[in-house]
């Protein structure tokens, strides 16, 4: 069976697009897309067998179903050649039971998942193999990109780095002078990005890489490209799949743009439409 996925609008605005097409919002609204799974063609296999597969994969070391994230490739980008994935093995990371901190907190079956146990040290690689791989299957098929950029205050600028600087591809990073840290800057100059420090805050530095990338040769890496969303919705399968396939009650999450809040909620929905589960937890 053959699997596929595509933008479209947030709104339900007409038209499906390529994700190898170089969008960042709706021809016709002018909103964010979001990325849609062909979920009849994923019910052509059953629960019990998605469930098998991803347990088979399970930190295996056949690139690149190892990963926390291409474990799941049906789900994130089913057409994506393994060849031009760009993979850390991100993902996969232990969820550790705080017995002694649940009791301070009264709270009786406490568990903690850190997502930054990763490459560059933060949740950005889930999100960022699977936006660096699409870029590299674009290149493959002749879309003519020069470079991917992005605006950050650290954890982004990192992850791009890096997977551009595996892939082969340049990378630039617009952060804002004086306000990242040594270490967060260290990174994306040791990968060989091109870092540009702008007199100015984040949203001065997402402007800019937004004019930037209007030109279709550079494109842009930010969260408002939901090709990232695809690789953070991993997390919610990756929790039940340590938990033996069982949902717990609640998840509890920072939030910064929310997201990640986003990207466990349709993590939980695909599961429950597959048949996998019964029931999202509370997101908190």
Same mark, same amino acid.
């Given at each position: 069976?053959?699997?596929?996925?595509?933008?479209?609008?947030?709104?339900?605005?007409?038209?499906?697009?390529?994700?190898?097409?170089?969008?960042?919002?709706?021809?016709?609204?002018?909103?964010?897309?979001?990325?849609?799974?062909?979920?009849?063609?994923?019910?052509?296999?059953?629960?019990?067998?998605?469930?098998?597969?991803?347990?088979?994969?399970?930190?295996?070391?056949?690139?690149?179903?190892?990963?926390?994230?291409?474990?799941?490739?049906?789900?994130?980008?089913?057409?994506?050649?393994?060849?031009?994935?760009?993979?850390?093995?991100?993902?996969?990371?232990?969820?550790?039971?705080?017995?002694?901190?649940?009791?301070?907190?009264?709270?009786?079956?406490?568990?903690?998942?850190?997502?930054?146990?990763?490459?560059?040290?933060?949740?950005?690689?889930?999100?960022?193999?699977?936006?660096?791989?699409?870029?590299?299957?674009? @290149?493959? !098929? +002749?879309?003519?990109?020069?470079?991917? /950029?992005? $605006?950050?205050?650290? =954890?982004?600028?990192?992850? #791009? %780095?890096?997977?551009?600087?595996?892939?082969?591809?340049?990378?630039?990073?617009?952060?804002?002078?004086?306000?990242?840290?040594?270490?967060?800057?260290?990174?994306?100059?040791?990968?060989?990005?091109?870092?540009?420090?702008?007199?100015?805050?984040?949203?001065?530095?997402?402007?800019?890489?937004?004019?930037?990338?209007?030109?279709?040769?550079?494109?842009?890496?930010?969260?408002?490209?939901?090709?990232?969303?695809?690789?953070?919705?991993?997390?919610?399968?990756?929790?039940?799949?340590?938990?033996?396939?069982?949902?717990?009650?609640?998840?509890? @999450?920072? !939030? +910064?743009?929310?997201?990640?809040?986003? /990207?466990? $909620?349709?993590?939980? =929905?695909?599961?429950?439409? #597959? %048949?996998?589960?019964?029931?999202?937890?509370?997101?908190?």
């Amino acid at each position: 069976m053959a699997y596929n996925a595509w933008f479209q609008c947030i709104n339900g605005c007409p038209g499906e697009f390529d994700l190898r097409e170089v969008i960042y919002r709706c021809p016709t609204c002018g909103d964010l897309l979001e990325v849609q799974h062909d979920m009849e063609a994923l019910k052509s296999r059953s629960a019990a067998a998605w469930i098998q597969l991803f347990e088979d994969r399970y930190r295996r070391n056949i690139y690149p179903y190892g990963s926390g994230v291409w474990g799941k490739k049906e789900w994130v980008v089913p057409f994506i050649d393994n060849e031009n994935i760009v993979s850390m093995y991100e993902g996969s990371s232990n969820l550790l039971w705080a017995d002694r901190y649940g009791k301070q907190l009264r709270v009786e079956d406490l568990w903690v998942k850190q997502c930054g146990n990763s490459h560059t040290g933060s949740f950005k690689d889930l999100g960022m193999t699977v936006l660096v791989s699409v870029v590299k299957q674009m @290149i493959a !098929g +002749g879309v003519p990109i020069d470079a991917v /950029a992005c $605006a950050s205050t650290g =954890d982004t600028s990192a992850a #791009l %780095g890096a997977y551009c600087a595996a892939a082969g591809i340049p990378s630039v990073v617009l952060l804002p002078r004086d306000k990242v840290s040594i270490a967060q800057l260290v990174q994306p100059l040791a990968n060989g990005a091109l870092v540009l420090s702008l007199d100015t805050d984040f949203d001065g530095c997402m402007a800019v890489v937004q004019e930037i990338t209007k030109e279709k040769k550079i494109y842009l890496a930010n969260s408002m490209n939901s090709l990232r969303i695809e690789g953070q919705k991993t997390v919610a399968i990756e929790i039940v799949q340590q938990f033996d396939w069982e949902v717990p009650d609640w998840i509890v @999450i920072p !939030g +910064g743009n929310l997201g990640n809040v986003s /990207a466990l $909620a349709k993590g939980f =929905d695909m599961m429950i439409e #597959l %048949g996998l589960v019964a029931r999202r937890p509370r997101i908190v």
